[in-house]
């Protein structure tokens, strides 16, 4: 199969998306932005073909009357197994990264106890890992780094006081070690890794002849015929400057490519805000952005969550909860610290102080929107923060207060608008 990938290399997140040669979407990867930005990107790239793969085997699945109505329950049984499968490989990895970095001179007093210390640790690991991939288990995260953390710090305390060893010396081994395993690819491939899922789920219980075209569509191929990479680090990506194309180009187009209709493009991400107008083709006439700071983005929710001793995804939510909105002077993220404790010291209330926050967010955007040439119609809001529900609330009362009743766009998937357009202008440098 040919593919076309796209890969949008944001400040906080890198996404990718697989089409093939009618643009149609076969899958989407995401993960968090590094400081290597190669790995990201191909990590990024990966999940978006394990997503193709998946896709693939509905397709094969479908032509099998006896399974109509099971076949999105054989999936997520094959999804679930392969991502166990991938996090015991990288497991094993991990460990042998520790076990490398207990060899360094200023260890070698402890380096024995340490290394039982982290084999009593990783069995623990190993064990507990059914439970995390356990059907009907939902995972608080999907990111290695975030499911191996959380058990790790818990087991190796009690091994650490159990060995009479310091913790914080096997955390420092953990946190070198898991850096160096989060910046290198899997050492196994992901047919590889499918084919042990395949080998542990149900899906055999379809009978021999389904359990063979699932393995006949694992060997079908994924081409790379061309890849386009955009995003606030797209000059650090490993493609020819030929295979780049701008944000705003992808962005535009990737609206256009979700929603035809589309006129008026809001892009809200980790480190800009972009407010763009395209034509019935999908070609950007004109853009604004804020490229100097990164006031009201992604990354300054992301500074009061952490202020407020909250998660990210809490700050929507409990700004809905406001019975009134505090006036925010400022959503620069330097000041924000000091404003939000000031609010805070006067009495008022945290869902007010976050309603009043997220309006002054999307007057900003509405700001540059305006300078961009308005609102038309059909306006499409992406990026992270268009799954915000308080942002997506003001930003309608806003459009409507402003501009009157104008269609809005909110697509599921829109955090992967940039590499949507990336993947179409892929297909396009090929096809035409």
């Known amino acids: 199969m040919r593919c076309f990938i796209g890969i949008d290399l944001g400040s906080t997140t890198t996404k990718a998306v697989v089409m093939d040669e009618t643009c149609r979407v076969m899958g989407r990867g995401i993960t968090n932005s590094r400081s290597n930005y190669d790995t990201a990107a191909a990590v990024a790239k990966q999940e978006a073909l394990i997503d193709t793969r998946l896709t693939l085997f509905r397709n094969s699945l479908s032509a099998f009357p006896s399974l109509a109505g099971k076949v999105d329950d054989i999936l997520a049984d094959i999804e679930r197994n392969f991502r166990h499968v991938q996090y015991l490989e990288k497991l094993e990895d991990l460990e042998a990264t520790c076990l490398e970095n207990t060899g360094v001179p200023r260890l070698a007093d402890v380096r024995a106890t340490a290394n039982e210390v982290i084999a009593t640790v990783f069995a623990r690991l190993r064990a507990d890992s059914g439970e995390l991939f356990a059907p009907g288990v939902a995972r608080k995260s999907d990111f290695f780094r975030d499911l191996a953390g959380a058990g790790f710090m818990h087991a190796a305390e009690a091994a650490c006081k159990d060995a009479g060893l310091s913790f914080d010396l096997i955390l420092n081994v953990y946190d070198k070690s898991i850096i160096a395993v989060e910046n290198r ?29 699932l393995k006949d569509t694992l060997a079908v191929p994924l081409e790379e015929s061309y890849v386009v990479g955009t995003g606030y680090g797209r000059v650090r990506l490993p493609f020819p400057k030929e295979h780049i194309r701008s944000e705003i180009l992808c962005h535009g187009l990737g609206a256009h490519m979700m929603f035809p209709g589309t006129r008026t493009v809001l892009d809200i991400g980790g480190q800009d805000t972009k407010g763009i107008q395209v034509d019935p083709n999908g070609i950007v006439e004109n ?25 990210l995804h809490e700050l929507g939510p409990m700004a809905l909860k406001a019975t009134k909105q505090v006036r925010i002077n400022s959503t620069c993220t330097v000041f924000a610290g000091a404003e939000l404790r000031n609010r805070l010291a006067l009495g008022e209330k945290r869902e007010d102080i976050l309603a009043g926050l997220h309006r002054a967010i999307i007057l900003r955007a509405i700001s540059i929107l305006s ?62």
Do not use: W
Request: glycine letters at 14%; proline letters at 3%.
């Open 185 to 213: 690819e899997p050492t196994a491939t992901m047919e590889s890794t499918f084919l042990r899922a395949l080998e542990k789920s149900g899906a055999a219980g379809g009978g021999p002849e389904v359990a063979q075209v």
């Open 287 to 311: 853009f604004q952005m804020n490229d100097r700071c990164a006031a009201g983005c992604g990354r300054y929710l992301g500074y009061i969550a952490d202020e407020m001793s909250m998660g």
């Open 371 to 432: 300078r961009a040439g308005g609102v038309q119609d059909e306006f499409t809001f992406t990026g992270g923060v268009a799954k915000n529900g308080a942002a997506v609330k003001e930003l309608r009362a806003l459009i409507k207060e402003n501009y009157g009743d104008v269609t809005i766009n909110i697509d599921p998937d829109s955090i992967y608008t940039g590499a949507l357009g990336g993947a179409t202008f892929a297909v396009r440098a090929v096809t035409q």
